[in-house]
């Protein structure tokens, strides 16, 4: 994932943190982040960690939206995270940094020379988001839970890009069932299915694509 500060210096970037009105806060595991948050319109930063973006329904069943690493962000103008239905729970001790979206136009940021770079590093994340999210899509729009696993586990080797077709699963079997959504049980069964039938082999924590 790119850097949004990426050739901007030391120097630079605290004066542009400072202009946009950026601050730090630090999240435990497990922690709703925006029940933290008091801003109207913001973007969200995360510094390290990662956050998974879910929403709840009225009968309680929850769907991942998003999953976001360390060098992604969100917010009100790219998440609907004013929906009541939307939680942001940290996976991890997580650092997210607020910037306030009405000072990334304010004029004291414009007419200084990092300003573009700066633009430039935040639709280039952008980009790689919504590609992200395009993939997310994708794999949604499969009709059966096979498909769905089969398709999930090719952008994982690709993603990796070592060739190897050995994958390792970066979720644990419930947030892969929420992320794909699926039912549990249903995706474990399907899980053993392709081992029987010889699509995949798990190797302890990994897996060994034959397809």
Same mark, same amino acid.
């Given at each position: 994932?790119?850097?949004? =500060? ?6 630079e970037?605290? @004066?542009?943190k400072? &202009?946009?009105?950026? #601050? #730090?806060?630090?999240f435990? @595991?497990?922690? $709703? ?11 969200a930063l995360?510094?390290?960690?990662s956050?998974?973006?879910i929403?709840?329904d !009225?009968?309680?069943n @929850? +769907?991942? &939206? ?6 992604e962000?969100?917010?009100?103008l790219?998440s609907?995270?004013? $929906?009541?239905?939307?939680?942001c729970?940290?996976k991890?001790d997580?650092?997210i940094?607020f910037?306030e ?7 004291e ?6 300003y573009?770079? =700066?633009i430039?590093n935040?639709?280039? &994340?952008?980009?790689e988001?919504?590609n992200?999210r395009n993939?997310r899509?994708e794999?949604l +729009? ?5 498909d769905k ?5 090719k !952008?994982?080797?690709k993603? +990796? ?8 699963i970066?979720?644990?079997y419930t947030?892969?069932a929420?992320?794909?959504?699926v039912?549990r #049980?249903a995706m474990?069964r399907?899980l ?5 039938e010889g ?5 302890n924590k990994?897996?060994?694509? !034959?397809y």
């Amino acid at each position: 994932m790119s850097n949004l =500060f990426a050739n901007i210096s030391e120097k630079e970037m605290l @004066k542009l943190k400072k &202009i946009l009105r950026a #601050s #730090s806060q630090k999240f435990k @595991k497990n922690v $709703n982040v925006l029940s933290n948050v008091n801003r109207d319109d913001f973007i969200a930063l995360v510094d390290y960690g990662s956050i998974e973006l879910i929403y709840t329904d !009225y009968e309680g069943n @929850k +769907t991942v &939206i998003e999953e976001l690493e360390t060098g992604e962000f969100f917010g009100t103008l790219t998440s609907s995270v004013k $929906n009541e239905g939307i939680s942001c729970i940290t996976k991890e001790d997580t650092e997210i940094t607020f910037i306030e979206y009405d000072q990334i136009t304010n004029d004291e940021i414009i007419k200084n020379d990092f300003y573009i770079i =700066f633009i430039k590093n935040l639709i280039k &994340i952008l980009t790689e988001q919504l590609n992200t999210r395009n993939t997310r899509i994708e794999l949604l +729009t499969k009709r059966t839970t096979r498909d769905k696993l089969l398709s999930y586990f090719k !952008y994982i080797d690709k993603k +990796t890009g070592d060739g190897s077709k050995i994958i390792r699963i970066p979720l644990s079997y419930t947030e892969l069932a929420n992320y794909l959504s699926v039912d549990r #049980s249903a995706m474990t069964r399907e899980l053993k299915y392709l081992k029987e039938e010889g699509f995949i082999e798990q190797i302890n924590k990994k897996i060994k694509l !034959y397809y």
